[in-house]
């Protein structure tokens, strides 16, 4: 493989009102070889213009803008990709952050506070298609049945829609479509996304119930 051959950096975009912080955040997302800022913007009316001609790799918006909030860009985000990669950035880490920034498809959330090499980290996780959720947060989440928390657990033991059916003595289809139910209700696009909170809650010392 020749050096030309060597895929990029991530694109990352970042959507942040206060000047002073948004550079900051850029200085250490450029100071990884593996990432580029690509983009900025300092409202949700930016954000919504710019958002077309980028097309980043990498979302990474705060939820307190202006004339809106992350959550409003993040929604313009999924309308122009659907598989768009969000990540929040924000100072207040409480249930309804998380909560409505799963909802409108974020892979993660990370507190400004952050060290950078954390923030480095999570946008490359989010890029790789792995949930970055605080720790403290990890077991945060939709009601589900019985049977779909089973299934949730057998997803986070890496097993198929195959062997969750005859685990469970269901139908294959069953799963499947339980499946994007689950993801629908985590906020989740990819059943990657679901091992990896599960391996969260795991390392948190979360149980199922």
């Not at 954000?47 to 790799?57: K, M, T, Y």
């Not at 939709?142 to 005859?166: C, T, Y």
């Amino acid at each position: 493989m020749t050096a030309t051959d060597q895929p990029g950096p991530i694109r990352v975009m970042l959507v942040d009102d206060h000047e002073v912080v948004r550079r900051g955040i850029v200085t250490v997302i450029d100071s990884s070889d593996a990432l580029k800022v690509i983009g900025e913007a300092s409202s949700v009316t930016e954000a919504s213009r710019r958002l077309p001609a980028i097309r980043p790799d990498v979302l990474v918006v705060d939820l307190q803008l202006p004339d809106g909030t992350g959550l409003d860009v993040m929604r313009t985000a999924r309308e122009i990709d659907p598989a768009q990669r969000m990540l929040v950035l924000t100072s207040f880490d409480d249930d309804a952050a998380l909560r409505e920034s799963r909802a409108a498809g974020a892979a993660g959330l990370m507190l400004k506070s952050a060290r950078s090499q954390e923030i480095v980290d999570a946008v490359t996780a989010v890029h790789e298609g792995r949930g970055v959720w605080p720790a403290d947060h990890v077991e945060d989440g939709p009601e589900l049945s019985d049977s779909d928390q089973r299934i949730v657990e057998l997803i986070g033991d890496g097993h198929s829609n195959r062997e969750i059916a005859e685990a469970l003595g269901i139908a294959e289809k069953t799963v499947k479509n339980r499946v994007t139910v689950i993801l629908q209700a985590f906020g989740m696009q990819r059943r990657t996304q679901v091992a990896a909170m599960v391996a969260a809650r795991r390392r948190a010392g979360w149980k199922p119930q």
